[in-house]
């Protein structure tokens, strides 16, 4: 019965103290830019892990492999790792990483991370999420609708770095490079404005995929916006050697840009 008692207690105190558990957890991939023009050659790039609609908290990853294809062709990303606060007023710790992609010829740049399979106790499986973001340079703007052969991968079906507020996004979910239907896919706005949100329901929105891995969302705001396909990618060994699944997302982001101050 005490058993009982102390984690019924422990799970209160649990929900009180970190509500955000139960919220979608994104890996951050933004540029400074996703349109470069002729006088701008360096892009700054930023990954981190976090709960993007709520501020944080700021979670600690580990960047396994990376890459930028361009006109089929890849190359890599140097991240230098930089330690940053897990949540205000705390004095944990965590890693987020930074690179600089040098602009060297016109082009569709699609520029990915893979981070470590991280253990989520509370869900009992490991998760990993494969995050790219597509930005265009010097007015070149074939090739951002195809795949780079990513084990889990969302293709946009609409030009992703020329997107208004208002726009219908659209995108396929490829896992393992096939169609992954009727899976849940995850919304949430990078929120460095302080948005506040009627309820909590409203933090991660939800679409499903159709029978052939396609689902839309009209977006509401300007400003970045990040998509996670949940699915799953077999099992892992845990440090207690109990096989665990693995969920596999597929991670994009996408710029929506203002509305002009002449449209209302």
């Known amino acids: 019965m005490r058993l009982v008692l102390k984690s019924i207690i422990y799970l209160i105190l649990v929900l009180i103290l970190y509500p955000s558990l139960t919220k979608a957890h994104f890996v951050v991939l933004i540029p400074d830019k996703d349109n470069v023009e ?3 050659k360096e892009v700054k790039l930023e990954a981190k892990f976090t709960h993007p609609m709520e501020g944080g908290p700021n979670m600690d990853f580990k960047i396994i492999e990376s890459g930028v294809w361009c006109r089929g062709e890849k190359s890599n990303l140097n991240w230098q790792e930089k330690k940053i606060l897990s949540m205000k007023g705390s004095s944990k710790k965590v890693s987020m990483y930074m690179s600089v992609l040098n602009i060297k010829r016109p082009g569709v740049y ?4 893979e981070p470590e399979a991280y253990f989520e106790p509370s ?3 490991f998760i990993k999420q494969i995050t790219k973001v597509i930005i265009q340079a010097l007015g070149m703007e074939e090739g951002w609708d195809q795949p780079i052969g990513l084990k889990a991968e969302i ?3 609409v030009k992703p770095f020329s997107l208004w507020e208002g726009n219908i996004f659209k995108g396929q979910v490829l896992i393992n490079g096939r169609p992954a239907k009727n899976i849940d896919v995850e919304v949430e706005y990078l929120n460095e404005r302080g948005i506040k949100v009627p309820t909590d329901s409203f933090i991660t ?8 891995g396609y689902f839309e969302y009209a977006i509401p705001w300007a400003g970045w916006w990040g998509f996670s396909a949940i699915g799953e990618g077999g099992t892992l060994k845990g440090q207690d050697g109990k096989e665990y699944p693995l969920e596999l997302d597929a991670v994009i982001w996408i710029r929506a840009y203002p509305k002009p101050k002449e449209v209302k």
Not at 110 to 113: E, K, L, R, W
Not at 205 to 212: F, L, R, S
């Open 110 to 113: 699609q520029i990915y991370v």
């Open 205 to 212: 929105q939800v679409i499903k995929t159709d029978e052939n």
């Open 123 to 125: 869900e009992e499986k």
């Open 38 to 40: 002729a006088q701008q």
């Open 155 to 157: 293709i946009p079906l």
